[in-house]
């Protein structure tokens, strides 16, 4: 079944494609783009000995996956799911030097291999979702062994309470997250604090094995 989305879960799809044309900009601005590198930096002390095959999942405009493959290396392959199709063509334009497939679709409602990926990322995507436990299991059926899962969740702060009257997510505590990895066995290996700016306040950043 797939995974609808929390809260106005009709509605999510078209306000991230109405903001699409703007979120890079946002983004930056906001500073995430520095808060993803550092994330990436935790995530891959050096470059892995083999280009690896990545699903981002929720991409939104590509950045976690941008900020991943500066510090990784070229993948193998790159798989960029979402449910705006704007977003999506945007990712896709960002990273067409590494020939990524776009996936239309909500965690948990497309057909992908198992098993397949040494590393998924996602970025704010947890917090939309009604179920985090099944769509994190999820995650986890379609890493390799030894797979790497690379997150960015956002956190209880009144600034992230400011935002959600638009979007509609939730926060998530490192307690709650460390429980999640867990429960779909997953191996906390890392949390990671990001050091200024908005990303400071509202998000966290977390790394986990199979």
């Given at each position: 079944?797939?995974?609808?989305?929390?809260?106005?879960?009709?509605?999510?799809?078209?306000?991230?494609?109405?903001?699409?044309?703007?979120?890079?900009?946002?983004?930056?601005?906001?500073?995430?783009?520095?808060?993803?590198?550092?994330?990436?930096?935790?995530?891959?002390?050096?470059?892995?000995?083999?280009?690896?095959?990545?699903?981002?999942?929720?991409?939104?405009?590509?950045?976690?996956?941008?900020?991943?493959?500066?510090?990784?290396?070229?993948?193998?392959?790159?798989?960029?799911?979402d449910v705006s199709e704007n977003m999506l063509e945007i990712a896709?334009?960002?990273?067409?030097?590494?020939?990524?497939?776009?996936?239309?679709?909500?965690?948990?409602?497309?057909d992908l291999p198992e098993r397949a990926y040494d590393v998924i990322?996602?970025?704010?995507?947890?917090?939309?979702?009604?179920?985090?436990?099944?769509?994190?299991?999820?995650?986890?059926?379609?890493?390799?062994?030894?797979?790497?899962?690379?997150?960015?969740?956002?956190?209880?702060?009144?600034?992230?309470?400011?935002?959600?009257?638009?979007?509609?997510?939730?926060?998530?505590?490192?307690?709650?997250?460390?429980?999640?990895?867990?429960?779909?066995?997953?191996?906390?290996?890392?949390?990671?604090?990001?050091?200024?700016?908005?990303?400071?306040?509202?998000?966290?950043?977390?790394?986990?094995?199979?």
């Amino acid at each position: 079944m797939p995974f609808p989305h929390a809260n106005t879960p009709s509605r999510l799809p078209q306000l991230y494609d109405a903001a699409s044309t703007s979120w890079q900009d946002t983004i930056d601005r906001l500073g995430y783009p520095g808060a993803y590198a550092e994330l990436a930096a935790a995530a891959f002390a050096t470059d892995l000995s083999s280009r690896p095959k990545i699903l981002d999942v929720g991409t939104g405009t590509g950045a976690l996956a941008a900020a991943i493959i500066r510090r990784s290396g070229p993948p193998q392959s790159l798989d960029l799911l979402d449910v705006s199709e704007n977003m999506l063509e945007i990712a896709g334009r960002a990273l067409r030097a590494h020939g990524p497939r776009l996936i239309h679709g909500a965690v948990g409602a497309v057909d992908l291999p198992e098993r397949a990926y040494d590393v998924i990322l996602c970025a704010h995507t947890i917090e939309h979702l009604p179920d985090p436990e099944r769509a994190m299991s999820w995650m986890r059926r379609h890493l390799k062994p030894d797979g790497r899962i690379v997150l960015s969740i956002s956190k209880p702060h009144w600034c992230t309470a400011l935002i959600r009257w638009r979007w509609g997510h939730k926060a998530y505590r490192k307690t709650e997250v460390e429980s999640l990895l867990a429960t779909a066995g997953l191996t906390h290996l890392a949390t990671v604090e990001f050091s200024k700016g908005p990303p400071r306040r509202t998000s966290q950043g977390y790394i986990a094995t199979v």
